[in-house]
Protein backbone atom coordinates (compact mmCIF):
# COMPACT_ATOMS: atom_id res chain seq x y z
CA UNK A 1 0.00 0.00 0.00
CA UNK A 2 1.44 3.33 -1.42
CA UNK A 3 1.71 5.84 1.10
CA UNK A 4 2.66 9.95 0.24
CA UNK A 5 5.71 11.27 2.51
CA UNK A 6 6.22 15.05 2.41
CA UNK A 7 9.43 16.00 2.48
CA UNK A 8 11.48 19.24 3.74
CA UNK A 9 13.70 20.83 2.14
CA UNK A 10 16.78 19.65 3.60
CA UNK A 11 15.85 16.05 2.17
CA UNK A 12 14.66 16.63 -1.23
CA UNK A 13 18.01 16.77 -2.78
CA UNK A 14 18.07 13.21 -1.95
CA UNK A 15 15.01 12.80 -3.50
CA UNK A 16 15.83 13.82 -7.27
CA UNK A 17 14.41 17.63 -5.81
CA UNK A 18 10.76 16.01 -4.74
CA UNK A 19 8.85 17.57 -2.30
CA UNK A 20 6.07 14.14 -2.09
CA UNK A 21 7.48 10.69 -2.52
CA UNK A 22 5.62 6.93 -1.71
CA UNK A 23 6.74 4.85 0.48
CA UNK A 24 5.34 0.96 0.99
CA UNK A 25 4.34 -0.77 4.34
CA UNK A 26 1.64 -0.99 7.17
CA UNK A 27 3.56 0.72 9.37
CA UNK A 28 5.44 4.05 9.55
CA UNK A 29 8.78 2.83 10.41
CA UNK A 30 8.16 0.19 7.70
CA UNK A 31 7.12 3.21 5.34
CA UNK A 32 10.17 5.12 6.30
CA UNK A 33 12.53 2.23 5.91
CA UNK A 34 10.90 1.89 2.19
CA UNK A 35 11.53 5.35 1.06
CA UNK A 36 15.13 5.22 2.26
CA UNK A 37 16.04 2.00 0.32
CA UNK A 38 14.75 4.33 -2.35
CA UNK A 39 16.48 7.19 -1.59
CA UNK A 40 19.78 5.92 0.12
CA UNK A 41 21.13 9.56 0.45
CA UNK A 42 18.39 9.98 3.64
CA UNK A 43 19.98 6.87 5.76
CA UNK A 44 20.44 7.92 8.89
CA UNK A 45 18.72 11.20 9.08
CA UNK A 46 15.51 10.70 10.46
CA UNK A 47 15.59 6.95 12.16
CA UNK A 48 18.86 6.56 14.01
CA UNK A 49 21.61 3.71 13.78
CA UNK A 50 19.74 2.47 16.85
CA UNK A 51 15.93 2.47 15.36
CA UNK A 52 14.66 5.18 17.01
CA UNK A 53 13.85 8.65 15.35
CA UNK A 54 16.24 11.29 14.95
CA UNK A 55 15.60 14.01 18.03
CA UNK A 56 15.88 16.67 15.35
CA UNK A 57 12.98 15.71 13.46
CA UNK A 58 9.52 15.18 13.81
CA UNK A 59 6.99 13.11 11.83
CA UNK A 60 3.61 13.26 11.63
CA UNK A 61 1.16 10.50 10.21
CA UNK A 62 -1.86 13.20 9.38
CA UNK A 63 -1.93 15.70 11.74
CA UNK A 64 -0.87 13.67 14.67
CA UNK A 65 3.26 13.42 15.98
CA UNK A 66 3.84 9.84 15.56
CA UNK A 67 5.73 9.96 19.04
CA UNK A 68 1.72 10.74 20.78
CA UNK A 69 0.96 7.49 18.99
CA UNK A 70 3.13 4.14 18.59
CA UNK A 71 6.85 6.34 17.15
CA UNK A 72 7.62 4.29 14.31
CA UNK A 73 5.13 1.15 15.25
CA UNK A 74 2.33 3.32 14.24
CA UNK A 75 0.37 2.03 11.66
CA UNK A 76 -0.80 3.41 8.18
CA UNK A 77 -3.80 2.98 6.41
CA UNK A 78 -4.59 4.05 3.28
CA UNK A 79 -5.10 7.40 1.99
CA UNK A 80 -2.85 8.66 5.10
CA UNK A 81 -0.08 11.10 4.50
CA UNK A 82 3.37 11.03 6.88
CA UNK A 83 5.06 14.20 6.80
CA UNK A 84 8.82 14.97 8.22
CA UNK A 85 9.81 18.07 9.37
CA UNK A 86 12.65 19.26 10.96
CA UNK A 87 12.65 20.22 14.59
CA UNK A 88 13.17 23.89 14.64
CA UNK A 89 14.66 25.54 17.63
CA UNK A 90 17.61 28.10 19.32
CA UNK A 91 17.57 30.45 21.99
CA UNK B 1 26.90 39.03 0.06
CA UNK B 2 24.04 36.89 -0.17
CA UNK B 3 20.94 38.82 -0.13
CA UNK B 4 17.70 38.23 1.66
CA UNK B 5 14.76 40.38 0.50
CA UNK B 6 11.45 40.87 2.57
CA UNK B 7 8.37 42.67 2.03
CA UNK B 8 7.98 45.70 4.16
CA UNK B 9 4.04 44.14 5.73
CA UNK B 10 5.93 41.19 6.61
CA UNK B 11 8.92 43.01 8.26
CA UNK B 12 6.29 44.78 10.19
CA UNK B 13 3.84 41.30 11.03
CA UNK B 14 7.59 40.20 12.39
CA UNK B 15 8.32 42.94 14.28
CA UNK B 16 4.65 43.35 15.84
CA UNK B 17 4.39 39.76 16.78
CA UNK B 18 7.89 39.26 18.30
CA UNK B 19 7.00 42.51 20.65
CA UNK B 20 3.63 41.51 21.10
CA UNK B 21 5.22 37.96 22.47
CA UNK B 22 7.27 39.92 24.60
CA UNK B 23 8.64 38.51 27.23
CA UNK B 24 8.67 35.22 25.46
CA UNK B 25 11.07 34.99 22.75
CA UNK B 26 8.94 34.74 19.33
CA UNK B 27 9.42 32.33 16.53
CA UNK B 28 7.91 31.55 13.50
CA UNK B 29 8.77 30.43 9.87
CA UNK B 30 9.09 32.69 6.82
CA UNK B 31 7.90 31.58 3.24
CA UNK B 32 8.40 32.95 -0.19
CA UNK B 33 8.69 31.84 -3.89
CA UNK B 34 11.24 29.10 -4.64
CA UNK B 35 14.71 30.43 -6.56
CA UNK B 36 14.08 30.39 -10.88
CA UNK B 37 17.27 28.83 -10.97
CA UNK B 38 19.23 26.83 -9.15
CA UNK B 39 17.62 24.28 -6.77
CA UNK B 40 13.53 24.59 -6.64
CA UNK B 41 12.51 24.46 -2.76
CA UNK B 42 15.15 27.66 -2.00
CA UNK B 43 14.65 31.12 -2.30
CA UNK B 44 15.84 34.78 -1.11
CA UNK B 45 12.23 36.51 -0.97
CA UNK B 46 10.33 36.62 2.22
CA UNK B 47 6.89 37.36 1.25
CA UNK B 48 4.83 35.19 3.73
CA UNK B 49 5.28 35.02 7.61
CA UNK B 50 3.89 32.35 9.52
CA UNK B 51 4.16 33.19 13.23
CA UNK B 52 4.35 30.39 15.77
CA UNK B 53 3.79 29.29 19.67
CA UNK B 54 7.25 29.35 21.28
CA UNK B 55 7.31 25.72 22.66
CA UNK B 56 9.48 26.53 25.05
CA UNK B 57 8.07 29.24 26.72
CA UNK B 58 11.27 30.96 27.42
CA UNK B 59 12.57 34.73 27.20
CA UNK B 60 16.08 32.59 26.34
CA UNK B 61 15.14 29.86 24.12
CA UNK B 62 12.56 29.01 21.77
CA UNK B 63 10.99 25.81 19.62
CA UNK B 64 9.00 26.28 17.08
CA UNK B 65 5.71 24.72 17.92
CA UNK B 66 5.71 21.45 15.90
CA UNK B 67 1.93 21.59 14.84
CA UNK B 68 2.03 24.81 13.69
CA UNK B 69 5.11 24.00 11.22
CA UNK B 70 3.46 21.44 10.29
CA UNK B 71 0.39 24.11 8.87
CA UNK B 72 2.62 26.76 7.76
CA UNK B 73 4.60 23.84 5.64
CA UNK B 74 1.16 23.02 4.37
CA UNK B 75 0.07 26.06 3.50
CA UNK B 76 2.94 27.27 1.80
CA UNK B 77 2.96 24.47 -0.52
CA UNK B 78 -0.91 25.18 -1.24
CA UNK B 79 0.16 28.83 -2.02
CA UNK B 80 3.57 27.22 -4.26
CA UNK B 81 5.64 28.83 -1.86
CA UNK B 82 8.62 26.95 0.02
CA UNK B 83 9.78 27.86 3.41
CA UNK B 84 12.97 30.19 3.57
CA UNK B 85 13.55 30.12 6.93
CA UNK B 86 12.86 30.50 10.54
CA UNK B 87 12.70 34.26 12.42
CA UNK B 88 13.09 34.31 16.00
CA UNK B 89 13.49 37.08 18.95
CA UNK B 90 16.58 38.07 21.13
CA UNK B 91 14.76 39.83 24.43
CA UNK B 92 17.66 41.34 25.80
CA UNK B 93 20.51 40.35 23.48
CA UNK B 94 22.40 41.43 20.00
CA UNK B 95 20.19 39.77 17.21
CA UNK B 96 23.37 37.64 16.35
CA UNK B 97 23.04 33.31 16.43
CA UNK B 98 23.61 32.37 20.01
CA UNK B 99 25.49 29.15 20.27
CA UNK B 100 22.44 27.24 20.82
CA UNK B 101 21.21 28.71 17.47
CA UNK B 102 24.41 27.96 15.80
CA UNK B 103 24.33 23.98 17.28
CA UNK B 104 20.41 23.32 16.01
CA UNK B 105 20.01 25.01 12.65
CA UNK B 106 18.39 22.68 10.86
CA UNK B 107 19.26 23.34 7.30
CA UNK B 108 22.50 24.91 6.01
CA UNK B 109 20.30 26.96 3.05
CA UNK B 110 17.80 28.66 5.41
CA UNK B 111 17.84 32.20 6.36
CA UNK B 112 17.84 32.44 9.89
CA UNK B 113 16.66 35.93 10.86
CA UNK B 114 16.70 37.44 14.85
CA UNK B 115 15.21 40.50 15.73
CA UNK B 116 17.10 42.55 18.45
CA UNK B 117 14.53 43.75 21.03
CA UNK B 118 17.66 44.50 23.65
CA UNK B 119 17.63 48.15 21.85
CA UNK B 120 15.23 51.15 21.94
CA UNK B 121 14.33 50.23 18.16
CA UNK B 122 13.72 46.45 17.15
CA UNK B 123 16.87 45.71 15.03
CA UNK B 124 16.29 42.80 12.36
CA UNK B 125 19.82 40.55 10.85
CA UNK B 126 19.62 37.49 8.80
CA UNK B 127 22.58 34.99 8.87
CA UNK B 128 23.22 31.85 7.10
CA UNK B 129 24.36 29.04 9.45
CA UNK B 130 26.13 26.37 7.86
CA UNK B 131 28.51 23.81 10.05
CA UNK B 132 28.85 26.23 12.97
CA UNK B 133 29.81 29.29 10.52
CA UNK B 134 27.39 32.18 11.04
CA UNK B 135 27.22 34.63 7.65
CA UNK B 136 25.45 37.79 7.89
CA UNK B 137 23.52 38.28 4.70
CA UNK B 138 22.65 41.80 3.26
CA UNK B 139 19.02 42.58 4.40
CA UNK B 140 16.56 44.50 1.79
CA UNK B 141 13.18 45.13 3.55
CA UNK B 142 10.29 46.97 1.24
CA UNK B 143 13.41 47.80 -1.26
CA UNK B 144 15.62 49.34 1.33
CA UNK B 145 18.60 48.40 3.22
CA UNK B 146 17.56 47.33 6.77
CA UNK B 147 18.88 50.07 8.55
CA UNK B 148 17.00 52.73 6.58
CA UNK B 149 14.00 50.53 6.13
CA UNK B 150 14.12 49.93 10.05
CA UNK B 151 13.32 53.82 10.55
CA UNK B 152 10.36 54.91 8.86
CA UNK B 153 8.05 51.14 8.74
Same mark, same amino acid.
Given at each position: ????? %?????? %?????? $? ?19 ? =???? !? ?10 ? $????? =??? !???? %? =? ?8 ? !? ?13 | ???? *?????? +? ?49 ? +?? *? ?34 ? *? ?10 ? +? ?13 ? +? ?5 ? *? ?19
Amino acid at each position: MPVEI %RLPSIL %RVHADG $KSTVEGNGSTVGEILEDMVNV =YPGM !DGQIVTADGSLH $KFVNV =YLN !DDDI %R =YLSNLDTLVS !DGDTISILPAVAGG | MVML *VMTSDV +YAEVVAYCLERLPEEACGMLAGPAAEQGMAYYGNEVCAFYPARNAAGSARL +YT *VDPLDHLRADRDVEMRGLVILGVVHSHTHTEPYPSP *VDIDQAPDPKWH +YVIVGLGRPLPTMRA +YSIHAGQ *VIEKELLIGGLRHEHAQLII
